[in-house]
């Protein structure tokens, strides 16, 4: 059975749960997840949490390919500001910090009680942030990307596009266990540093993921693989989503990372229910 250290709890994973977008900033690449106000704040994870969700993944710093990157003093001051209204609010909620800034990281689990890294550089834009978080001790999606956000769109070309990233998170997860990270949540980050071909290649060989017998977390919310594909925009790509969540479900998916909670938290409910007549 899978399960991941929650403060000194085993969260259980046998079920999927959904984790719930929460961007504090005023540039992510869907509109409607940006909050910034203490009242949108507070809505936001109240609809999360009312909807389904288990997890609330907050974020100060746009990962889109055009983003400016923040350096990690004004990702706190976003991030401070959002936490102590949710910590306020909602004491009790569990909350990944979105950040690839060890001293980010650092921040939000020493001050404000957040309770998982998420990393989507793998810890090569601050090479302190796989021992940081051996430190803390605590859960840490590692990512699959090249580059940055700013330069990943130019950096497709593989050997073997498949073997490349399960050689990475091979060697990754080796690194990070010596280190003493003992929750590691593997995501294959869709839309970074893949086109839109490799995502969907990515996403039929999902199953592959199970050799490592940890954790899969999926995000696909909303993403370009989706909208390019289908010729719409991201406001339309709701549809589209719940393909792809449904289809990550039947793949072993733990974990579904989205901007649409109820939605995601609805295809975890039919797909578990058809887990149950596996003739």
Same mark, same amino acid.
């Given at each position: 059975?899978?399960?991941?250290?929650?403060?000194? !709890?085993?969260?259980?994973?046998?079920?999927?749960?959904?984790?719930?977008?929460?961007? *504090?900033?005023?540039?992510?690449?869907?509109?409607?997840?940006?909050?910034?106000? %203490?009242? %949108?704040?507070?809505?936001?994870?109240? !609809?999360?949490?009312?909807?389904?969700?288990?997890?609330?993944?907050?974020?100060?710093?746009?990962?889109?390919?055009?983003?400016?990157?923040?350096?990690?003093?004004?990702?706190?001051?976003?991030?401070?500001?959002?936490?102590?209204?949710?910590?306020?609010?909602?004491?009790?909620? +569990? =909350?990944?910090?979105?950040?690839?800034?060890?001293?980010?990281?650092?921040?939000?689990?020493?001050?404000?009680?957040?309770?998982?890294?998420?990393?989507?550089?793998?810890?090569?834009?601050?090479?302190? @942030?796989?021992?940081? &978080?051996?430190?803390?001790?605590?859960?840490?999606? =590692? @990512?699959?990307?090249?580059?940055?956000?700013?330069?990943?769109?130019?950096? +497709?070309?593989?050997?073997?596009?498949?073997?490349?990233?399960?050689?990475?998170?091979?060697?990754?997860?080796? !690194?990070?266990?010596?280190?003493?990270?003992?929750?590691?949540?593997?995501?294959?980050?869709?839309?970074f540093s893949k086109t839109t071909d490799q995502n969907y290649e990515l996403m039929a060989a999902l199953r592959g993921f199970s050799i490592f017998e940890l954790p899969l977390l999926v995000g696909i919310s909303r993403k370009r693989m989706i909208y390019h594909l289908t010729g719409? +925009?991201? !406001?339309?790509?709701?549809?589209?989503?719940? *393909?792809?969540?449904?289809?990550?479900?039947?793949?072993? &998916?733990?974990?579904?990372?989205?901007?649409?909670?109820? %939605?995601? &938290?609805? &295809?975890?409910?039919?797909?578990?229910? =058809?887990?149950?007549?596996?003739?």
């Amino acid at each position: 059975m899978k399960t991941i250290n929650i403060k000194g !709890e085993l969260l259980d994973l046998s079920k999927p749960l959904v984790m719930g977008i929460l961007n *504090v900033t005023p540039d992510s690449f869907f509109s409607g997840s940006r909050k910034q106000s %203490e009242q %949108e704040i507070i809505n936001r994870v109240g !609809e999360i949490l009312s909807q389904g969700g288990t997890i609330i993944d907050i974020g100060a710093q746009s990962t889109r390919p055009s983003s400016t990157l923040l350096p990690a003093e004004e990702e706190i001051g976003r991030l401070r500001y959002a936490l102590g209204i949710i910590n306020r609010e909602f004491p009790d909620v +569990t =909350l990944s910090v979105d950040t690839f800034y060890s001293d980010v990281a650092r921040f939000c689990i020493e001050e404000h009680g957040v309770a998982i890294i998420n990393d989507i550089s793998g810890g090569e834009m601050d090479k302190m @942030m796989f021992d940081m &978080a051996a430190r803390l001790n605590v859960p840490y999606i =590692l @990512m699959h990307m090249r580059g940055t956000p700013q330069t990943m769109t130019g950096l +497709t070309d593989y050997d073997n596009f498949i073997q490349d990233v399960f050689y990475y998170f091979s060697q990754k997860v080796a !690194e990070l266990h010596l280190k003493g990270v003992n929750d590691v949540i593997i995501d294959p980050g869709f839309g970074f540093s893949k086109t839109t071909d490799q995502n969907y290649e990515l996403m039929a060989a999902l199953r592959g993921f199970s050799i490592f017998e940890l954790p899969l977390l999926v995000g696909i919310s909303r993403k370009r693989m989706i909208y390019h594909l289908t010729g719409t +925009t991201a !406001e339309e790509s709701l549809n589209g989503t719940t *393909v792809l969540n449904t289809f990550a479900l039947q793949n072993g &998916a733990d974990i579904l990372r989205v901007h649409d909670v109820k %939605e995601a &938290a609805e &295809a975890v409910k039919i797909t578990n229910k =058809l887990k149950g007549y596996d003739f």
